[in-house]
């Protein structure tokens, strides 16, 4: 059974900050790698200002090389929007590896906010990674009122494969100040300068035109 994290976002575009806490959460949860879920669109992001798919997979796939880091498109090929469809696919289309669900302090203060949040969290284990700023409204939220009964100490993060969803873990990083909306502000166009017309996703194999 392999061990794979799970952090779902535009990655518009994939920078340092989104490779660091995926290597600190392989370290600290165990894991024999972290997945990309290159959103094909956001329910909660604008449409305005995203690039392509095929730019914002390439992107991700530079900033991964050399690591234990799969950028995947994958809910374009599911056919799947929101993060309780894909989760629910992946864990049927893939019985031979253990999914624990990636997510930063930000995204626990708006978890709420998501489709069928709850049936997030009784699916998969949860890891939440603290982010300057968002750690006090996540704890005061309402997603840690319903979730906190079910916190796992950091001291046993290895022991994931073992708790029962909903089961939440809450992990602590060096900060990274690096922001994807920084980096769209200096450089706008950022993904016509990519190389890689049509990457290759790396879980289903398949090009991503």
């Given at each position: 059974m392999k061990r794979v994290g799970l952090l779902g976002g535009s990655f518009n575009p994939a920078h340092g900050g989104h490779r660091r806490i995926s290597l600190a959460a392989i370290d600290a949860l165990g894991l024999d790698e972290v997945w990309w879920l290159v959103s094909p669109g956001n329910p909660l992001k604008p449409a305005e200002g995203m690039a392509p798919l095929a730019a914002r997979l390439a992107s991700a796939r530079a900033m991964a090389r050399r690591a234990p880091i799969r950028p995947t498109a994958i809910e374009r090929r599911l056919g799947t929007r929101f993060t309780v469809d894909t989760l629910v696919r992946l864990v049927r289309l893939y019985p031979d590896r253990r999914f624990i669900w990636l997510m930063g302090a930000d995204n626990l203060a708006q978890f709420p906010l998501w489709r069928q949040w709850r049936r997030i969290a009784r699916t998969v284990p949860i890891a939440v990674i603290a982010r300057p700023g968002y750690d006090d409204r996540a704890r005061a939220g309402l997603a840690m009122g319903w979730l906190g009964r079910f916190v796992h100490p950091p001291g046993r993060s290895r022991e994931w494969t073992s708790w029962r969803p909903p089961a939440l873990v809450l992990l602590?990083?060096?900060?990274?100040?690096?922001?994807?909306?920084?980096?769209?502000?200096?450089?706008?166009?950022w993904h016509l300068s990519l190389g890689t017309p049509a990457p290759r996703d790396a879980v289903t194999r398949r090009l991503i035109l």
């Open positions: 602590r990083f060096r900060p990274d100040p690096t922001s994807a909306t920084r980096l769209r502000a200096s450089h706008p166009r």
